[in-house]
T-cell receptor, first 113, second 114 residues
């Protein structure tokens, strides 16, 4: 998701529904991608990662999809729970170049009761 | 296993003062980095290091210095603090030698410059 000024884009999802959070990455040379979750007042926490030689990876209740053609990454959260409320960031890394790790601007996930 | 430890947790500085934000990791990670996060914003890379003795600039390096004399420590120095440096600062480390190795973050230092 792209941010607008100081306001993070917000995704509101009903509890129990599936959430899809999108991220456009910038560098076609990036070969490793990570999703992080950040709760209020805490540091980012690792959720799931994927290498550029894959297009899908699944974890517990989460799936990451990678589309290298359009430089797009998505995070799917199944059966969204109140504890999933947080800001979600994607990160791209060029592990075969300079290891510079750049984060996307983040999306706030808001769970509706 | 402490992971990534940042000190202090909170700091208030006056404009022009200097200080050092400390970061230490006990995972023997080669890669360490500093990010700043402003309210409602994402994480912006300040400086990073791929090993002891090696540092490089990130997206927003101006006003900050770093050094990496040991694998464990990566301090961030503000030489002359400015109100624009009011932010939350995160240190992170990563094992470059592993195929899939995410960044591990500290809990952050909240800095206010008046």
């Amino acid at each position: 998701g792209e941010s607008v000024g100081l306001h993070l884009p917000t995704l509101s999802v009903q509890e129990g529904d599936n959430s899809i959070i999108n991220c456009a990455y910038s560098n076609s040379a990036s070969d490793y991608f990570i999703w992080y979750k950040q709760e209020s007042g805490k540091g980012p926490q690792f959720i799931i990662d994927i290498r550029s030689n894959m297009d899908k990876r699944q974890g517990q209740r989460v799936t990451v999809l990678l589309n290298k053609t359009v430089k797009h990454l998505s995070l799917q959260i199944a059966a969204t729970q109140p504890g999933d409320s947080a800001v979600y960031f994607c990160a791209e890394i060029r592990t075969n170049r300079d290891d510079k790790i750049i984060f996307g601007k983040g999306t706030r996930l808001h769970i509706l009761p | 296993n402490a992971g990534v430890t940042q000190t202090p947790k909170f700091q208030v500085l006056k404009t022009g003062q200097s200080m050092t934000l400390q970061c230490a990791q006990d995972m023997n990670h080669e890669y360490m980095s500093w990010y700043r996060q402003d309210p409602g914003m994402g994480l912006r890379l300040i400086h990073y290091s791929v090993g002891a003795g090696i540092t490089d600039q990130g997206e927003v390096p101006n006003g900050y210095n770093v050094s990496r004399s040991t694998t464990e420590d990566f301090p961030l120095r503000l030489l002359s603090a400015a109100p624009s440096q009011t932010s939350v600062y995160f240190c992170a480390s990563r094992d470059r030698g592993s195929y899939n190795s995410p960044l591990h973050f500290g809990n952050g230092t909240r800095l206010t410059v008046t």
